[in-house]
Structures are given as structure tokens and as C-alpha cells.
């Protein structure tokens, strides 16, 4: 296979998992037949035995060209070959049982050296009375891929090395060694890895100041310099020579102590990176050499246990830190010369090779069992010239039973043990804008997901449990099944990837089902009846079919016992944009200038729609607060509708259901809203840890996300804040349109004290990562969330409501079915603006600080002077000033801090009792009165 499948599996663990492979077919007589085709195959190429190969040609075949094949493929000095059977099709033109077209694996081994072929076989026995006695014989073979260069790497028994103040560095990255011992692995290209034994030094520097406050979070310091004991190096063996130099490592006596803690080290490590599981071909552990400037060290550290560096230069962070004991990143960057190529930003679809274009999904679901069955077909084009293999992201609990192309007839595929992962092999590498339809079909156990992204569970408004009383009796909540972002239910692009899509879900007939699209037409209908596991009793069973003409990032199916409660055509208030004035030229008749007066008024604008429809289900005893959402629901779409210029789909349904803890999910065209199972004398509503005044929440920050998250997307993990901060602010407007003023300023009181409090876990541009280490997930909804919608708010009263809200439109329009990044942004804001924001952008969302302000008032005959001072770094921060006048009469101003010294003045109406700063909350900054 190809070089992208060498990059992929330098950390991956690959498993062939064929279909139809039984243990029964062992004693099928056409079965044995084969196997022993195949036996005579890796004979004749164990003993290197040409005539053999001729032999099992076929009269028919071209035996010069056999013969290149053999001589071509078979590499002199094998020591062992195995051979596998991995798909087997009937042979185009032949009867039954008269030709197949086989594809087999051949690994074959050269001393320490190891290559994988896949080729084609082409087999047919002559037909007869006797069939089953007559040899198969190849009409044709091809080879499809491979891949050379495997290593079965084994650390030296006979050369061991004194260290004298070995230096091995790699970015921002020194292991120093004053004495020790060092032991190497060699391949004929040279030493690719080494084992220190000692008392060394680890130092790791990461440039990057956010990575540094992420370290330390770890360490406890901004640069880790700590004391380890042995190490396992991976380097490509063109580099080792060159950093190896003068008189670093010294030949010695064996010592068969120190050798086997060497052993010991070396086994333990050389499994984790750039390794291969071969399974069926080879039970050992075969190695890839590191490229050039790539570098991987198992360090053991005496503090920090086992911590594994690496640089990657495949990817967009090539520079990363890990903690093996936690599975916790501590720090992944782009390194310098990674910036240099690639630029500042990245966006995730730049590293996969193709674009699903459409989804057409049709799988039956047994609740019963947890069981999933169906087949899922892929429209994509491809990305990058000559790709040889597609990866497929796919749960790896469901079970494969075919990959088959329109274009390409079936082909082989592996699954990648621990990795959500489906290889595809296609047989020839296909051009770019390739166009292919693949079909997968698959069964298996799924497990409902967590709920995560597009999502919001009771917490993130201030990071508490629903602090139940453990007296009062619960009552289960109703079953639901999600299946979302989160578990790979169908096979899909390993990035969430803008797509349509057609949904099919069959269920028991006492399920229904909500999906990312619009029920179509005849849905739902009655399905074939299943038989039961394990009674004679058969399933009614019903199918939900559902279109999403408009692209989505990811498909979201929920599966529970519910009720359809209502549906509205909500009207909008969309002021649809002008159409262009006709082109009169040439339209001679009055009918003719009607006629084209009436296309341009007809020309929609993009995007907009007058109507959309809302649809409400909901679990049995969530009917009367699901009777409520819909009025809610039909408010909060409006009013997203006229911020954005646009409701990014036909329709949306609410599905209401129940759940210990209140929260909600939002694939596109849905959302679902946790509800707590009725509990007796116990209402969550008053929980403390929802926002108090503010009961439609949860609703309104799930909606929000049809626009941002699902219509706007993100270009990687570091800029899910345009999705959730986006969410949580329209939420915040919604509050105040609904709640009014105190009911908002509470909202934003509360976004300040996390993004204060929690600001020093690192920026808000760190995304999932927030928290992490610590294992912390309040951190990433104090700061991805909260402070987020308060960066936002701050933005909007720096550049003022019209610049703000054009801006929100010209963002939205422009990132529409798009994936966003803060740059986009921040563009879309300076323009509409007219303002640079950089710096704004710079210190709330790539930075962490949170200014200190102090502030001094004086009065001067009818103004107010305000006078704010900040240290440090300068923040763009407006602060609210309230005046209190002696006759209770209030005013606010704001002043736009942005410098070290800012000086602001205001007319006053009366004689002042008080001045407040920052009494709306709307100031993410520590305020002090000098
Ligand atoms: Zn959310």
C-alpha cells in the first residue's frame, strides 16, 4: 500500500478483518482446494523456485509475463513467506465454481527485513466431471500494493557503549547524558534506535507561551528540566550519524546486566511507535524508520513517570509532549518551521484526502440489544493526486462485512485496531476530483454517546452538578439513544466534513426516531418484522426516512419512546435582501418587462427563507413542558433569524427528553433538550445551577447551535469557541429579549467570574484542551463557553451595535456550510467595523491574561472625569461607568478603555451620591477605585 499508510500506521495498530472468513470453510472440499493453491503459491516463492510458479500457470496465461512477475516481486534471500487469502470474488466470464479473482497478502522476509505485497490472482481449473480434483491454475496476477522497508528491530546483543556527555536534541527538546550506558538497534541503513541507561537530563522548552502555561499546569514550571533514568530514542538512522559525533558513545566490554535492562527498556518501548501489527502475517513486532527530522523519545522521568515527546513533521502540530500514564496531551504546536510552511492558522481538511459530497445511510436499530445493522453509501471526491488508500472513521465495535465501489467493484479493507478506524485499499490510486461511490455494509453492538460538542450539560452555566437531595426518589428517566459526533455510528471522513444526506432508521414499532434532515414524504412506514433474539415472537418494526438538502457536519440520529406534541410554520423576520434591477435591454413588449420585473423580484436571496418549520417531540411525561417549547422555540428562531439574516435549514425539530441531568445536544436540523424524570416535590428550574431568571437556557443555547456549530463550523479543535461562545451569547440575547436587562446582566456577571477565575488555565484559542491535563471539564465550559460569549460581548459595545451585528450577518453569509476560524472573524468585524482588531482578538482568545484596572473620578464643573490605568499588556475593554445622582436617578456610560492611561469625560445632570464601575458585569477585568 502507499506512503499515506505509512504514516498512518507509525502509531496504529492494523488488523485485517475479512468477511466470510469462517472456521467451517477449512473442510469445504472447494475450500481445501484453495488453500492448497495457495500453499503451493508460498512454497514456490519460499524456495524461490520460478519453474514452481511457472507451473501453476495456467495454459491460457502469458508465462514470459509470469515469469517477469515472479522475478520482479520475489526478492532474493527470503527466509520466510506467509500468504493470505483476504477477498475472493467470482472470476468475470467463468461458471460457477470455475474462476475467482483472489486477493492475497503476501508478506515475505529477508533476514531482519520485511515487505507486504497485495497482489491479484487470478485462478480457474478446467471444467469437467471431476472438478474438484483438478488444480486451480493462474490466468493472470497483478501486483496492488505494498509496502517495503519494514524493520524487525532487536537491540544489539554485542555492542554496548560507554555515553560521555551524550547531547540528542530534537525542537524545543534535549536529552543530555553526562555517563551512562547506551545500547543500539541497527538496520542496514543504520542505528534507528538507542536505549540510555543513567542519570540524565530531560529539558523541554516549548516556544509557544501557551504551551509553556500548559506545562505548567503539568510541571509546575514554564520549562521542564527533570532528572530520568533511561530513555528509548527513535531518530531516522541518516540523522542518528550526524548527532552522534566525536566521542559520545564509546565501544565497550559487554556487561549482560546492564544489557538486560537495556532489553528490558527496548521491549517495552519499540511497540509504541512507528510499529505495524501485522497479525495473521507476522506475530512480531515490525518497525517503519522514523523520516528524516522526525523523532520520538520514551523518557522515564523520575517525578513525571513515562513521558513521550515526539516531533511529527506530517502533522499540523508537529511537536508534542504526552503523558502515557494519564493518555493526557500536556503540549502539541506547530513548530517553527511548521509555521513557516503552513502559516499561523491550519484547517483540519487540509490533512484528509477527500470530501464526502452525500450520505445515504439505512440501518435498522435494536434498542433491545444496543445492535445496529445497515449500510451506509459515501458520494466523495477525492482531494490529493494518487491516493491508494481511503481512511474511513468507523466504530470499532461495528463489524465490516463489505466495502464495494460503483467504480471500483469490491475492495479489500482493514481495520485499525483501538482507532475508529477503516482502511480502504483501492486497487489502482485515483486521480484528484476523482469521483467515487463507496458502499459499506456492517453490524454491531453501538454505545449512546456522551454528549459533548454542540452541547451544554447543567454546569456550564456555573459549573455545578444538579445538586440533588439524595431523600427525595427518582424515577428512571425514559431510554433514548443518541448517536451523534462522538461514536462513529456510520462510516464517515475522519474530519467532520459538510455533506448532505439521506437517513434512513428502522426501529422497533414502539421507537421513534428524530434525525439530522427533513422527514420525508411516506415517513414513517412500515418495515419487515424482525424476529426476536431468543423467543419465537417477531418485531413490529417501523422505518423513518429523513433528507437533509442542505449540508451538515455530521449526522445525529435519537432513538426513545415519543410522541409527536406539535409543529408550527414559524414566520420570519427576515428582511430579504434586493434583488438585482432587471436587464431591460432588449425587452420590447410590456409583457416581456413584466416578465423580467417578475423573475428579479422572484430571485431569493441566498440562504433566506420566509418560513421554517418547528417541530416538537417529546418522551410521554415531557408533553406539557414539550406544549411550552414550542412558543419558546418559535421566539428563539426569530430572533436568530433576524441577528443572522438566516435560518440555515427547512426545518428544525425539538425533541424533549428526559435525563438525570439537565442538557441538551444539537446535530444539525435537531435538538435535544434533557429533561429531569418527574421527582417529587423537586423542580431543577430552581436549582442554583441553572441561570437563575432564565429557564429557556438550555433551549436557547441548543437552537443557537443550528446556526453556529452546525452551519458555521470550525476549522480545528481551537476554534470550537465560535460554536459554544456564539451559542452561549445568543442565548444571553435571547434572555434579554425575553427576561430583560437584569435577567441578561446576571448572564454576564456569571460569564465574567469564570472566564476570571478560570483565565489562568490557558487561552480560550486552546479549545478541548482547557482543562485537560487536570481532567477538568468545568475549565473548558468556563472559558470555551462563558468567557467566549463574554469576549463577544465585549466586542459588540468596542465596535458598536451596527458594526457588531453587520458583522454577525457578514460572518454568518460568509461561513455558511463553511468551517470558521477566529481570523474569519476577525475580518468580517474590521470591515464592517472599519477597525483593526487584532490586538482585541490577540489577548482574549490567543492569550489569557485578564487585565487589572484602576480607576479615579473627579468632577469638573458639569462633566465627569473617568480616568482608567492598566499595567502590562494592553486589553481593548470597554467598562460600563454608572453615576448615581443624589436624587436616585441613575445614567451609564461607557469608556472604551484602550490604553495604559485612558481618559474619559461625560455630562452630568445632577449632584452624584455614587459611581460604580463595571455594575452590568460586562468587563471581563479585575476593577479597582485608586
Ligand atoms: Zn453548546
New binding site residues.
Partial sequence: MLARLLILWLVFRAVPAFAGQGPLRALDPEELSIQNFLQAVETAISTLDRQRWLDLQSSAADRDQAAEFFYAMVPQGITRVVVKERDRAALQGTLPGEGYRLIVEVFMETGARGRIATWHLDIRRPRGEDLGRQPWRIVAEERLASIEGLHRLSLQPDKQFAVKNLVLRAVDFELRMPEGEAFVAETPEGVTAMVLLGEGTMVFRPMPKEERGQLKLFAGSESLETPFTSAFVRISPFEMEQRITGDMLQLVALDARAYRRGLSVFEDSVSKSYNLDLSDLSREVWSLLPQPGDFVAEVKTRRFDDLTYARSSGEAEDVTMFHRGRKRNICAYASEQKLASRGRFYDEDDSVDYDVLDYDVDASFYPDRDWMEGKTRMKIRVNTNGIGVLTLRFADSMNVSSVMSDELGRLLFLRVRNQNSVLVNLPTPVARDFPMSITVNYSGRLIRQNIL????SLG?ADGQRNAQPDDIPTVPAEPKWLFSNRNYWYPQNQVTDFATARIRITVPTDYRVIASGITEAGSPAAAPAAPSEGSTRVIARTSYSFVAPQPVRYLGVLISRMVTVDAATVALDIVPAKAPAPDMRGADTLAQQIMRLNAAVLIPPVGARNTVVLNVEANRRQESRAREALGTGADIIRLYARLTGDVPYDSITLAMVEDEVPG?H?PGYFAMLNNPPPVAGFNWRNDPASFQGFPEFFIA??L??QWF?QAVGWKNYHEQWL??GF??YFAALYAKEKRGEPAFREILRQFRKWAIEDSDQGPVYLGYRLGHIKGESRTFRALV?NKGAAVLHMLRREIGDEAFFGGIKKFYAENRFKKASTDDLRRAMELASGRDLSRFFERWIYDNGIPSLRYSTAVEGQQLVVRFEQDGDVYDVPVTVAVTYADGKTAEFIVAVNDSATEARFPLTGVIRSIDANPDGAAVAIIEKK
Fill in positions: 460538542d454542540e452541547s451544554v456550564s441538551g444539537a443555547h441548543e443557537a447551535h456549530g460554536s459554544e451559542a452561549q463557553y
